[in-house]
């Protein structure tokens, strides 16, 4: 979810670590995705986003507005309590009714007449472009306590110019540790899709990949319809314990148990 843990948008505060760093063989980030994106050579080394004190508070704050829009919260602390959390939402609702509240959770975060101000006199300025530069970059700076490393890059806009309003997570830790194609359609990419544009003015198309857990954020670009989006069709993860279970449990029957039931 984009923007999740910042509760000040125009105001992004650096975590206080250094990365680590990992060897990675060079290859093009976007060599199998849209020509929409402006490709990317990793370099021989990538930095592996390590959390700092920032991020803690970020991670709390967040997760206590999503137990509060559920009226639970997990035993177990951090990360893996969010995780639990996510997945709770999913429970006892329709696709429809998770992206809702997880749309309130991400409203819940910023004050009301900061959204309403940013909706009018920013997002207006040059067509978009200088809203869906600026959130691009806070998204990128504040965001990876829960995505993991992301950078911002270059998307092509529908009338062939280039603007500066990409982000692309390398390995979303969110998707990761969810294991679940629906918990990532429906309380990520289509609840932040809808914030941005209902609350902010900015249109966004988000673009996860079910193969490598990377995704792309392009900022200023409408997504496509329902029927159009290759991420609502996507089948369960092989990791998905659930999913493990149902190919268990009907490994004798022709039921398609491949299409996860929560997307």
């Known amino acids: 979810m984009a923007f999740l843990g910042h509760p000040r948008p125009l105001i992004s505060l650096p975590s206080f670590h250094s990365p680590k760093t990992t060897h990675a063989l060079p290859i093009s980030c976007f060599s199998t995705r849209s020509n929409s994106v402006e490709a990317v050579e990793l370099k021989t080394s990538r930095k592996e986003y390590s959390p700092g004190v920032i991020d803690d508070v970020f991670l709390n704050v967040f997760r206590t507005k999503m137990a509060q829009e559920i009226g639970w919260d997990s035993e177990k602390p951090g990360y893996d309590g969010l995780i639990d959390v996510a997945h ?3 429970v006892g609702r329709s696709n429809s009714e998770a ?25 207006p300025i040059a067509g978009g472009k200088v809203a869906s530069v600026m959130v691009a970059r806070v998204t990128a700076l504040s965001c990876q306590w829960l995505m993991g490393t992301c950078t911002v890059n270059s998307v092509e806009m529908p009338d062939g110019s280039s603007w500066p309003s990409g982000v692309f997570v390398e390995k979303c830790k969110y998707l990761e540790e969810s294991k679940c194609v629906g918990v990532c359609i429906n309380t990520c990419k289509l609840p932040t899709q809808n914030f941005f544009k209902d609350c902010m003015g900015v249109s966004l198309v988000m673009e996860p ?38 190919r268990e449990l009907n490994s004798a029957s022709v039921v398609d148990v491949s299409k996860c039931p929560k997307a």
């Open 99 to 123: 992206t809702d509240a997880a749309v309130r959770i991400l409203r819940s975060l910023f004050p009301s007449w900061l959204l309403e101000l940013y909706k009018k006199l920013i997002s």
């Open 88 to 90: 709770r939402i999913m």
């Open 209 to 246: 990949s079910f193969n490598d857990y990377s995704c792309q954020f392009k900022f200023g670009i409408n997504p496509p319809p329902p029927e159009d989006d290759t991420a609502l069709k996507e089948p369960c993860l092989q990791t998905c314990p659930k999913a493990i279970r149902r």
